[in-house]
């Protein structure tokens, strides 16, 4: 067993020192006696929960223990209990977020980057059979790493944990409440489970199996739940494209919104994305905490209360009256943020630099003006397709000093390759390596591979609500857009509205 340990240990946390969690259990004593003939560096760490009479006892065990071992001790008292009643809140989640976040306080003061818990094999078999049963299946088992947290014992049972104990002869607690099989995992411990290893005497390995196979397949899918989930980097608080999100399978979506929830520091439960999904379809909610979740034209927002919006050094709240000097005139900043899909609970926070009531800034609503430039060649690019009755997208290649510009004709070729951005490539071949395309419409998945293979960076306007790369599927690495999106999308908008109007004619 310290072998077996010693090599888990040495792959899941190579680097000392190690923060253990050790409540007096035998597992968790098993856990530091292991550490220690390991060889390993460590602190021990102990938080009394102070929910039984005789919590002081456990405290002052680890505290000994720990002497014995030659390990630093940290201990900490805190009344959960009250904690739980104050907030109205479930006393098993309080106490687990009290737990680790006194954990990550030892861990930060004693520089380790791991954390160290004692959950076994049994653990997680009993974890995976709870979450079957209460139909919350997302993360189904105990992961083996987790951030700072590490589980070496996940491989070991809490019968051949004893024995080792028992064989050092040493001792440890035991916790009453484990006994009472009103408690669902007592319940199952000392009811269910021997039934089951009754008829299935490897029930709990193979429990363990499935949880590992759903592991694997869970960090896939939360690999293309991430692609979907893409920032608005134009906005300064949390925002997120709207279309991504709806345009992907349910089980994806829910996924990234749940990494949303995370992001908030709020538990991801399932009432929580109903409202995220229905702030997608354009219906705002609060979240817990505060924050306001809205959808604003293509954009889902989530707005932090007023006190945790800050302002940059040398910015201010727009203030009644206020206005941009535009090339085309004078612009109220309202109407101006209206423009860009500010949100109406930002219209009055947005941080602004302005001398008297001309705003000379609106942080990050102003795209560079050389990339308003190039993205208005674009346009007058599309604007030409749009008069040869091609789908109007324009394109700018920029490579170094050089400019280069074209549009789609595809109806002009009978080509259906023959996109702004393909033509572009095609002209320009290997020199195109490093430069930046500026092109009206998100690019395809044929355009993405391609541009992605010649090393081509993109910036585009409109979003591509059928064929986009980086809307439809997720594959858009190296792109953003956004810059001019409503004179991109209008363009487009006047195009298939004609050819409506043609067909009908016809």
Known sequence: MEEAFRARLARLAPKDPLVLAVSGGGDSVALAHLV?????????????????????????FVRALAKRL????FGERVEVGRIAERRGENLEAVAREV?????HRVAKEVGAKAILTAHTLDDQAETVLLKLLQGTARGLGI???????VRPLLAFCREELRAYLKALGEAWREDPSNQDPALDRNYLRLVVFPLLEGRFPRAKEALCRFAGVREAEDAHLEREAEARLLPDPRFFVPAFRAVPLLEAPPVLRRRALRRVLEALDLRPEG?????????????????????????????????????????PPGFRRPEPGDYLERPFG?????????????PKELKGLWPVRAEGKRVLEVLGLFPPPEEEHLMALALEEARAAFRE????????LVVGEEVHADHNRVEATQDPTAHAEMLLLRRMGRRARGGRLYVTLEPCRMCHHALREAGVEVVYGAENLKEGALTRFGQGGGMRGGVLEGECAKLLKDFFARLREGCRSG
């Open 143 to 149: 992961r083996e790493k987790e951030g700072w947290v």
């Open 330 to 342: 004078r612009k109220r900043l309202r109407d101006f943020l209206a423009e860009k899909g500010v």
């Open 271 to 311: 009432r929580l994305i109903v409202l995220l999904e229905e702030a997608l379809s354009g219906k705002a909610a609060t979240l817990p905490g505060g924050h306001t979740a809205r959808r604003k034209g293509g954009t889902l927002f989530l707005i932090p209360p007023e006190p945790k919006l800050p302002l």
């Open 389 to 396: 009755g091609e789908v109007p997208v324009g394109a700018v």
């Open 70 to 73: 030659g390990f630093p001790f």
């Open 99 to 103: 737990r680790y976040a006194f954990l």
């Open 36 to 60: 220690r003939r390991a060889g390993r560096e460590a602190v021990v760490a102990h938080l009394d929960h102070a929910l039984r009479p005789e919590s002081g006892e456990d405290l002052a």
